[in-house]
């Protein structure tokens, strides 16, 4: 059974840097194939691709947020990592990690989810 | 980027009705397109993958068809715990675009 949860802060202040983690189970990050993506969805809003990371340390970013994004893993851990610099009160919503869905080929989608973490950005 | 538009963005039907949800893409993006089923305060569910395979332990009311840049989900009769928030992807090219969303709500 695969398994993921986010931890991070609940609130941070604008300009603060964000770091969020990645915990699962069920599968390993150095297997070939297998991913990790970050999705975020603000307050009654539509759901947002930010970034993801392959078995191979490959790493893709949406390219509207890039120059604020990093995405790491620890394998060992079991463990993936999102830094988001610069925080906007815009960035406000929940966070959400997620298994890729597929072992195979270039497409990405995602399954499970982890159950998501709510960041609000306030001073 | 791809952009992914849904219609509609909310519809009421009643319990039994079969519903179907259009989401298309900016550009074609072959079968890449995948659905999923958000209620809630909880996390979003796959329902549809590659635009017609359903995920396993889904109901299979649930079906997805197109291609290029037009798609659906249909739900053939529709339960209780079907009322939720439908979401599509894009998983042809980065970045991995969502639809805005498609609200079904209780008549």
């Known amino acids: 059974q695969i398994i993921l949860k986010e931890s991070g802060p609940t609130l941070v202040k604008p300009t603060q840097t964000l770091t969020l983690t990645c915990t699962f189970s069920?599968?390993?990050?150095?297997?070939?194939?297998?991913?990790v993506g970050w999705i975020r969805q603000p307050p009654g809003k539509a759901l947002e691709w930010l970034a993801l990371?392959?078995?191979?340390?490959?790493?893709r970013y949406s390219p509207s947020l890039k120059s604020r994004l990093t995405i790491t893993k620890d394998t060992s851990k079991n463990q993936v990592v999102l830094t988001m610099t610069n925080m906007d009160p815009v960035d406000t919503g929940t966070y959400y990690c997620?298994?890729?869905?597929?072992?195979?080929?270039?497409?990405?989608?995602?399954?499970?989810w982890g159950q998501g973490t709510l960041v609000t950005v306030s001073s | 980027d791809i952009q992914m538009t849904q219609s509609p963005s909310s519809l009421s039907a009643s319990v039994g009705d079969r519903v179907t949800i259009t989401c298309r893409a900016s550009?074609?993006?072959?079968?890449?397109l995948n659905w999923y089923q958000q209620k809630p305060g909880k996390a979003p569910k796959l329902l549809i993958y590659?635009?017609?395979s359903l995920q396993s332990g889904v109901p299979s009311r649930f079906s997805g068809s197109g291609s290029g840049t037009d798609f659906t989900l249909t739900i053939s009769s529709l339960q209780r715990e079907d009322f939720a928030t439908y979401y599509c992807?894009?998983?042809?090219?980065?970045?991995?675009?969502f639809g805005q969303g498609t609200k079904l709500e209780i008549k």
């Open positions: 069920g599968f390993s990050l150095s297997s070939s194939g297998v991913g």
């Open positions: 990371i392959y078995w191979d340390d490959d790493k």
């Open positions: 550009q074609s993006i072959s079968s890449h």
């Open positions: 997620a298994h890729r869905g597929t072992s195979s080929g270039f497409q990405n989608w995602f399954d499970p």
């Open positions: 590659t635009a017609s």
């Open positions: 992807q894009q998983s042809y090219s980065g970045p991995y675009t």
